[in-house]
Structure formats: C-alpha cells, structure tokens
C-alpha cells in the first residue's frame, strides 16, 4: 500500500472498553494504520469510556470500539475493531 | 446554501455508519454499549456472558431434564396432533430398537404399532387429544418385529394460548406382568375348568359379614340357578335334607371352635324333591382369639359314587341271603318233601272230615306255604334251575289276564297293549309268569283307591346306553314286558331298597318283601334287565326285558299238561338219593305206583346194583348233588355201557353250574324239590315213555 501523504492536523480519537478484546485490536490496529500511513503526523486520543462514558455520550458515540476522524473534516466514525485496513484508509482519506 | 442540502450527505453518512455499526455488531467486533439512559458504558462481554449463562443454566436444566428422560426407568415420548414423534427418551429407543434421530418426527403408529392394531391405536389416540386421560395399555413394535406390551399415562401438551399441540406419554413396559397376568388367568382358568369338569364347588364365608358364596358349581348341586343362592348360612341350611341338617351343624361347630379341617358328607333336598350326596372338604381360620373369620371350602356330588357304594352293599347283602337261602334250602325242601310225602299217605287212612284229616291238612298246607317260600328264596338268590323255552308273551299275557280279576279289586281295570312283530322270549315259563303276577299285584298294592294296570309288550334294541342300575346291557333285541300303574310311586329311598328281599312298604302280616326280589332274581338269572321308573303321586312303570329265543322255534303244540293216564305203571327204577327220608318217601310212592324200585344211597352202590341188574332197569332217577359223585357224573359212566339208559334229575337248588352240566347231556329232565306224589309219578312217567 502506498503511503499516503501526511496532512496536517489528523485528528482521531478511538473510544475503546477498558481491555475488551476488540478494543485492544482496534487500538492495536489504529496505531499501526496511523505510523505505517501517516507517519508522526498524526494525533490519536484514546477514550476508554468504562472510565469516561460521558466524552462517548457528548460524541455521539454508541458502541465501542468506535474510531472518530475530528479532523481534517468532515467528521467520520468507523466501528469495529479496524481490522480492515483499507476500510479504514478509504474512511480516513474520505472528504 | 439550504441547510437541507447540507444535512443530506451528512444523513447519507450516518445511515452509513449505521450500517457499518450493524455489520460490526453482527460480525462481533463490538465490545461495549454506551447506554444514553444510565450514561454509562456497558460491556457487551457482561451481557453475553449474562447470555451464556443463562443459556448454559437452560443447557443444563435441559441436560438434567433429559437425563432424567434418558434414566427414567419409563418409556417418555411426546407427540404432536398428528402422531408425529417430538421425543422420545433413551428408554424408548432402548425398548423400540431405534435411535433419537430415527425416531423423531416419524408417525407413531406407522412406526411403532403393529398394523393389526393400529386403526384402533389412533382412535384411541383421537380419545386421548379429546381429552381422555385414562391410563392405556397397547402392543408396540419394536425395530426387531418384536411385541411389547405398554402401559401410557397421558397428558396433553398445550401452547400458550392453550391449545392442545400434542400428547405427552410415560409408558411402562408390562410386558412380563401382562404375560404373567396372562398366565395366571390361564392357570386360573384351568383351575376352574378342572373344578367345573371335576363338579367341584368352592364356597367361602366371611363370619364378618355373615356373607357366604358359593360358586354357580356349587349352585348346580343343589338345583338352584346361577345367582340362586341366598348368600346366609341359614340359606344352606335350608337346602341340606331335614335329617342331615343336625350332624352337619355339629360338624360346622366343631370347626369353628377348633380351626381344624373338616369333612363332611349330607344330602342336599333340592327344590324339585331329588336328593344328592355332596361331599365337602372345609377349613375354617380363626382369630387369636379363637374366634372365626373365614371359611372356605369345596363340595362335591357324590350321588354317583355313594349309590353305587349302596348298591354294591346292597348286591352284596342280596348275595347274602342268596347263600343262606340255599344253604338251608336244600335240606329244608328234603324236609318239607318228607313232610308232604308221608301226609299225603296218612291222608289216605284218615277220614277227611276227622280231626286227624283235618290237622293232616294244616299239616299239607304250613309245609306247601313252606315250599313256596324257600322257592322264592331261590328265585331271588337266582340258585334255582331254570327251563327256559321260546315264549310268546302276548299270549302267555292274555292268558294270564283271566287270572288277574279275582286277584285285584273291582276297582282296578287292567288293559292290555300287546305290541306288534314281538318275537318270543327266552324265559322258563312258569317264572315269567311269576314275574308278571309279582308285578301286577305289586302295582295293584300301590292303588288302595283303585287305578288302572296297563300291561304292555313290544320289540325292543338296547344299547349299552341303557340304564340298568347294576349290570352293563349286552347291546341287542330283547323283548319287553311294562307294568304301569296309576298309583301312589315311590320315594327315594322305596326306590333304592325296591329289591332288597324283606323290604316291604306294606303293614306287618301283608306281603313277604320277597315279591320284588323274587322278580329280581328271576330276571337277571334269564339274562334280562329290569328297570323302575316311578313319579311320586303319578304312578310307577316296572320295565322287564328279556332276551330274544335264537334257536328255531319248537312247533306249536298244546302247552297244558297232559292228563296222566289211569292205569298202572310198571317197569324198573334205580333210585339214587343220599337223604334217608326222601329215599322212603320216593320209594314208597313209586311202588305204590306199580314200579320195582330199586335204592341205592350213594353213586357207587348205585353202579353196582345197576351192573347187577343188567338191562332190566328203565328209568335212573337220582339226586343231583350227593356226597361223593352226584347225579350228573353217575349217569355219564352208566352211559359208557349203556348209552341208551333214561336218566330224571331231582334237584333243590343247587348250584347254576348244574344246569348246563346236564343239559351238555342233551336232555334236561328235572324234578324241582320239594315235589308231591302226582308230580313225581307224571314226572317218571314222562321219563320212562320218553
């Protein structure tokens, strides 16, 4: 896969359930597609939301593990456990 | 810019990421659930495990339950309104021969039922979903074509609306239990057989109660309808014969009192009047206090056997008599012989109209009343010799009815309904007659008031199923001589001692008791039957059959006796005979006949004086048992030397044997002792012109 250009300001936060088995894959996966893809550039918050259910509540967020692209806009959520990379790429890339 | 055409693709999107939420959940790649209500986040590995559990409780309930189903030690097997099978347990597979997987949804009775039952099988079914519980036993068919029998307990199966979606059966495999039932009602129906067959009743009574039963067997015997029976001891007794009913109940009392087993043997009186021995066996349980709780028992008709046993005793009373009869007889009918004799040679020398002549005619008549008796005896002890001839019994009847008038009261007509084709008789004459005036005058003693006598004959076949009390018949023709009459019958009991000599049912002075016995004995001497029907209040048939004459018959000719001639008599006699007074007596007579007599006392004198006198000697006349050789024997050796030489027999009684000894001699002249004069003198006539 060809790495794609790093923009400035990649936001993503990832809303995970503490150590749940899915959590950790996508938290697993998110960091991998973020240093394989966008180098340093990139700025991924992880929220467990056992310990903070209300920043999931403010987000909109109804399930975990839920990836959220705050920037560059438009926003963008991909659910599950980011297994499939080029699902997510085409998410992140999407404008 | 409208914010609606900004929204769209936002909408576009978030039904997007609805999608994509979906498919994440359906694939299992979410972990929580943020819940907007408790604002919290929810572990979906909580709720599943919330899930799993409740489904490993609902495994396990379920395992439980079906390992109930699979060791209950019942047959467990639902199925649905069509008789398809939704379950069946290990059991049921264990006892059909199939598996869970070839078992479930298969029809039931298609399957497991056999097709000689099924229709029935269904519809029993269709009683079972309409709501008939009851317990039901079938046959199934198992896998191997085997056969089980067993027993469902039912329930139905509803929904939640209620209703009725299949059936719910555990079943117990009776199949032993059937087969055992089976045999038992077998064995128990043998038993029963074997009792009815036997004429066994069975009786228990229930001192509780006071309740008796008796089995229909029991019912039978004493002549009452299936059911009949009144239930209470005090109905029994009622039914035992009056005489009976003291030395049974002491019986009973002493059972009860000791718990031992009983027997008894009474008569029972049933309702038609007849009356049957039953022989019964009991046993009576007490308590510890001695008290009765239960009888039971059985009883058994032993009419047959008991009057069979009373006429073997009675048979052998009359052989009894018989022998004392002619033991005495022979010497007795010398005496009386003696006695006649030489009061007729008085009489010759006494005036009629004297004293004397009067006394010597008591004398005559006493020792002729004598005669008569000790004959009867013999008849009836069958010792007498009998001279049997072709009898034509229509006439020897209508000969005799002259003689019957002056006998009977004027207000007894006798009729006569000779039979047609009746072939002739085989009897000795004289007997026969006395047969028939026996039986007319007993038929007339039955009808003080009067009545009608009918005298019939006829042509008769007996088989061996003809009822004669003592003998069994020798199948063939005979010919029948009835005596009816309108009279009184008789009982029972009058009817079992009919024969028995001295039995009389007439006042002390009137009648012998020896009439019926004498007929008795003359019949079966003749080799004939006799048989007694009798209707208490309606008059008695005696029935005598005779054999049929096989030889030809001998041509007519005047039966009278012939009338003596006037005139002396003259020739030789040797007269043979042990007894002194007899000796005179017959010498005597002879001589004053004319004849030259010569007397020996014993066979062997009589050889000597016989050789002695040559030729000379016309006539033999001997006496048939003497010490030493007797009559018979004597004759054979004369004859050797000369064959032609006459021989007459006197005899008493005797032996039966006597008889075919001397008729194996081709001639069977005989001289019945006691005789008198003219009889003997006709006698040695007849002999000596022969």
Known sequence: ?95 | MSPDRRTRPELIRQLQEAEATITALLSGQIDAVVDPKSKSTVLLSRAQDALRKSEDRYRRERDSAQRYLDTAAVIMLALDVNGRITLANRQACSILGWTVDELLGRDWFEMCIPADVRAAARASFRELLAGDLRTRASTVLTRTEGLRRIEWRNTLVRDDAGAVVGTFSSGTDVTEHHQTALALRVANERVRFALETANVGIWDMDYGTGQLRWSETIEAQYGLLPGGFGGRFDDFIALVHPDDREGLAETLGTAMRSGADFTTLHRALLPDGEVRWLSGTGRIQLDEKGKPIRGVGISLDVTDRHLTEERSQQAQKMEAVGRLASGIAHDFNNLLTVILGFADFMAEDVPAGSQHGKDLAEITKAARRGRSLTRQLLAFSRQQILQPTAIEVNDLIAEMSGMFEPLLGENIVVSLAPGSNVPSARADRGQLEQIVMNLVVNASDAMPAGGRITIATADVVLDDHFDDADYAVVPGHYVMISVTDTGAGMTQETKRRLFEPFFTTKPPGEGTGLGLSTTYGIVKQSLGYLRVSSVLNHGTTFEVYLPRWEGPLPAANDSGPAVAPVRALTGTLLLVEDEEGVRKLCGRILNRAGYQVLEATNAYDAERLFLEHGGSIDLVLTDIVMPGRGGPALIRRLRRNAPDVKALYMSGYTDQSIPSQVDSEGDLNFLHKPFEAPELLERVREAVLK
């Open chain 1, 1 to 95: 896969m060809s790495k794609v250009p790093a923009k400035a300001g990649l936001r993503l936060r990832l809303y995970v359930a503490g150590n749940a088995p899915n959590s950790l894959r996508a938290i697993e996966n998110a960091t991998a597609i973020c240093t394989e893809h966008f180098a340093a550039k990139y700025d991924l918050e992880i929220i467990d939301l056992l310990v903070e259910p209300q920043r999931g509540l403010d987000d909109g967020i109804i399930v975990t593990p839920t990836l959220l692209k705050i920037s560059p806009l438009p926003a963008h959520r991909i659910v599950g456990n980011l297994a499939d990379r080029s699902r997510v790429l085409l998410a992140l890339a999407s404008k």
